[in-house]
């Protein structure tokens, strides 16, 4: 059943049900004002950090916060769902050049057996201008971009996530899961 609904979902939300106006041209735009157009982008975009890298380079860091998971591979999907948008979004506005490279921080709602709410990251990817320039945009989907990320951190859930996900679609992001083993 979730193989018939994932799909669905991410059409919906890569045809921008519910998204944003994000700017066509960001070569204008200041740090804090690119921070703001990223944010708009989702509702589960919880930070934005533009770091420079001198030469008039910045690496972009954005932080997730999942709500509810369906299965430990939703904390995978969903997330690069966000990260096709965020990718898209950004890559296909004129100006982009400066960016280095994109780096996603996600994170899950937790309860404890105290009943504690908290968050806790569970993985961070990183994507490179190099790979996310090269991207035909018109044509990508969440497990193209997929391929092209590099895992940076990972928790004991997010291994346990990643597991789950790499035997459900493993198969369209072979790149991804290689990294894991």
């Not at 990223?38 to 030469?55: H, P, R």
């Amino acid at each position: 059943m979730f193989k018939t609904i994932l799909p669905l979902l991410a059409l919906f939300l890569l045809l921008g049900c519910g998204g944003s106006d994000f700017p066509d041209d960001i070569s204008d735009l200041n740090k804090d004002q690119l921070a703001t157009a990223i944010i708009g982008i989702d509702k589960e975009i919880t930070a934005v950090d533009i770091i420079s890298l001198g030469n008039n380079r910045v690496r972009i860091e954005i932080a997730t916060l999942e709500e509810a998971l369906w299965d430990d591979a939703s904390a995978i999907t969903y997330p690069l769902i966000l990260m096709e948008k965020i990718c898209k979004s950004l890559f296909q506005a004129k100006g982009n050049h400066g960016i280095k490279s994109i780096w996603f921080k996600v994170s899950v709602h937790t309860v404890d057996a105290y009943g504690n709410e908290s968050s806790q990251k569970i993985y961070t990817l990183s994507f490179d201008q190099a790979d996310l320039q090269r991207i035909n945009w018109a044509n990508s989907d969440l497990y193209m971009l997929s391929n092209f990320a590099t895992i940076l951190e990972i928790s004991p859930i997010g291994e346990q996530s990643f597991i789950a996900y790499c035997q459900e679609d493993g198969k369209r992001s072979p790149t991804l899961c290689r990294q894991l083993y």
